[in-house]
């Protein structure tokens, strides 16, 4: 098994990189939605608990209408599809130790924005 390059650049195959891309976004839309959805699925009033060692305040949930849910539902679905498509794909399999956990790291972060090109790698 290769060990992997020792540049940021690795030849990743596209459908990887696609798919890694795609979870990023999913994640983030479905992050998103979370955000914006009141804090319960299901309708329930508010409640203030001042007593334990941290307060927690929620004010009444509405609940998730069912567009909400299902909304919420395919997105979990097709982040679960897309975790294990790139957590299973055949590029792994030449790469062994902590080449592999590197490599993965680095797929994670293959589409962030370069950073500052002044300053050198440590």
């Known amino acids: 098994m290769a060990p992997v390059p020792p540049s940021s650049s690795l030849d990743f195959p596209s459908d990887l990189l696609a798919a890694q891309e795609e979870l990023h976004q999913v994640r983030s839309e479905l992050l998103a939605l979370l955000k914006r959805l009141p804090w ?27 567009d909400e849910q299902a909304e ?32 993965r790291a680095r797929l994670k972060h293959v589409h962030d924005p370069a ?8």
Do not use: I, M, N
């Open 115 to 122: 950073e500052d090109s002044g300053h050198a790698d440590d």
């Open 72 to 103: 919420v539902e395919k997105l979990r679905a097709r982040e679960r599809e897309l975790a294990v498509s790139v957590t299973c794909h055949g590029y792994w399999e030449q790469l062994s130790g902590a080449d592999v956990v590197t490599a």
């Open 40 to 66: 319960s699925v299901e309708p329930l009033d508010g409640f203030s608990d001042t007593g334990g060692w941290r307060s927690v305040e929620r004010p009444a949930s509405p609940g998730w209408t069912p």
